[in-house]
């Protein structure tokens, strides 16, 4: 009896090889013979050289192979996930090692232009299956789309190409662990819902396909037939309508209603079949060896798992969903039919009366889940990780802006995944991020919302603005014309706005939110948080990202709906047009002196005072003199001014709360010497402003130079004499750090620091 021979391909050998296929039209493997082809490499069999494989088999092990000809022979390929053959002939039929299914494995299974093949036996792909223009027959023996924690394998763009059967293909959806997660099933992470499609179309039940076949038919008792595989899923009846016993049987799978807004019905039974056009809600505790005892915490034990469908694969254009579409602005649940990531930016320009975002269900959002919605350029209510590629195995919402939708979900939409080599222009936005702690000290992401501004947007509620799907725990949204908003689009602000939050399912417990500005134009923008509960207005940015805690407690009024919005305003304290003030010294003190051009339901004024145009404290207040359509003079003395320099601000206050401030000045009370200030330092934004006090009359020069010791910027100043206020914006955008100005002149030379945030 002849020993297997086995043999590893050297480069001198694969030169030769390739050799005799151009030279030969065959090239022979004799019977037990099994090449090992080096990891790394890759072997081209060029056209017209066919693969004869009488009863060997070929180890492609880490490399790629390519194939022009025919393959004649029972032989077969011994593939791993880091396996790549490429097919680029009429090739035959494509037998795979059934040792394991390890050795029935591919990473990447390719058939170029023309190229035809069909499936032999099983196969198990971890990457991608990607025609051009060819053909590939599945044979309906089985072919398996892997998922695990590094990727899920797709079928790419099928356009031109022919795919055909595909009745017996089993696609992996792997769901992983909540954020934070340890890997083991130990770490506090919490149980959540996903929005989830199958991507095949059925024959066995969901029992058969999503538990694995297993029911635990008694309480405290997992059947886990597959570890790591499959869930648990109950619901009304138990084990009577095939679902695994609790002590409630509350439900765990559900199915939606498009509407305004959508309802949800528990599935009744595990005995029916999936389908790849409909959307399940499904609560995920983990794999089938989950303890379902444990009450509903965010401290529950859980593990990854990974979801098994086995059926016939969906292709081509697909337009109808098992959901009766509604329109007045309903919103309807569609699903990504195909084994591959979609491109919402290429799927909603091809549907009709379809808003421009789309909105999923997100696991890492409070307790159990929370919606997230994501425009077509990527962008995102409330943070989160979603993108505008809809993953495999997803469900997801579009809203109605119209009459009744149309969806039309192409091939050509299919996309490789998020790309991270891609950078978008952030738009202009204003994001509101609601948190709270975990019993764990996880900070969980509750719910957010997102106001992107620019003039292509209009101030009226249309198909650029999103609707919010009310969370199961906390929720908010953007309150406008009666609506609940999740992404808003509006005009760039000029000079006022507002955001009115709306919040609800409220629990007693502390809470964070996170005001996220973006990319915002008119950094002369003061925004503020008004508290509607505690009365107070609390100072936010369009420049950095500011948080702010908040309690609900007891109180209802804590929780109530309308607590919090959000007000632009001219930015304190930059000079506005309605107040002006001057001052100067008088005898022993400083006479400061503000008119109001006009005023309506002013309340007061109060007179701040700084030593070094920083620090301000309140000295006086002085009460409006009421509405009036004509200039008002107001005045105070300051009876003890320091010596050397004493700056002024009025911070006027309306009836409503609404804080405006004037420019600031300052007077030189004594003897003084030639100086200038950066004021507010450090700085935000890109412009400096510089207040020169006592400084003579003349032309200087002023010089910008960064910690490391260069000039980015100078330029001469023309100054009248006395004391004055310069405005610079040396560039378009300044770095954070710590900077030196130095002003020059014929007789002085002054040098401040500046810090840039």
Known sequence: ???????????????????????????????????VLSVGTQVVLPAGANLKAVSSQIDIAGATLTIGGVIAGPGSFTGSSTSNLNLSGAT??????????????????????????????????????????????????????????????????????????????????YIKLRT???????????????????????????????????MNIAIGTNVNPVANHGTQISGAGGNANGFDVTQSNAPSLYA?????????TAVGNTTSTLNALTGYFLYIRGDRSMNMQVPLSTNMPTSHTTLRTTGTLVTGTQTTFT?????????????????????????????????????????NVGTRGGFVTVTTGGVVSGGGTATKFIQPGQAFFVQASGGVPTVSIQEGHKAAGNNNTVFLIPPESFETALYFIEDSGYRRMADGVNVLYDNVYSASIDANDATEINNWDENIAVDRESKHLAIEGRPVILTRDTISLFMNNMKQRAYEFDFIPASFTNIGLKAELIDNFLNTRTLLSVLDTVSVNFTVTTDPASAASNRFMIVFGPQGPLAIDVITINAQAKNNGVQVNWTAKTEMDMDRYELEKSFNGTAFTKITTVSSMGNSNVPVNYSWLDANPQKGLNFYRIKAIDKSGLVKYTSIVKVGFGKSHPAFIVSPNPVSGNTINLQLTDIENGTYNLVLINDLGQRIFSTRVQHAGGSAVILLSPLSTLAKGVYEIILTGENIRIINRMIKN
């Open 180 to 214: 934070p997660g340890t890997g083991d099933g130990t770490g506090n992470n919490g149980r959540a819902y996903r929005l989830l499609a199958p991507t095949v179309n059925t024959s066995g039940s969901i029992r058969t396909n999503w538990m694995e076949t297993g």
């Open 92 to 173: 035959g039929t494509v037998n795979f090692t059934q040792t394991s299914a390890a050795t029935r494995s591919l990473n990447n299974l390719t058939l170029n232009s023309s190229a035809s093949a069909t499936l032999g036996n099983a196969l198990d792909v971890y990457g991608t299956i990607a025609l051009t223009t060819a053909t590939l027959n599945l044979n309906s023996v089985n072919l398996t789309l892997k998922s695990n924690s590094t990727g899920t394998a797709r079928i790419a763009n099928l356009t031109g190409s022919t795919l055909s059967g595909a009745s017996n293909v089993t696609v992996e959806r």
């Open 323 to 363: 959901n009766a579409f509604v329109d007045g602005g309903a919103l309807n649940l569609v699903t990504n039919p195909y084994a591959s990531p979609i491109d919402w930016s290429l799927v909603q320009p091809a549907c009709t009366n379809v808003s421009t975002s789309y909105t999923l269900w997100d696991p």
């Open 1 to 35: 009896m002849r020993s297997k021979f086995i043999k590893t391909i050297s480069w001198a050998l694969l030169i030769f090889i390739s050799y005799r296929a151009s030279a030969q039209s065959q090239f022979n493997l004799d019977n037990d013979t099994k090449f």
């Open 256 to 264: 939606t209603t498009n509407a305004v807004t959508p309802t949800y």
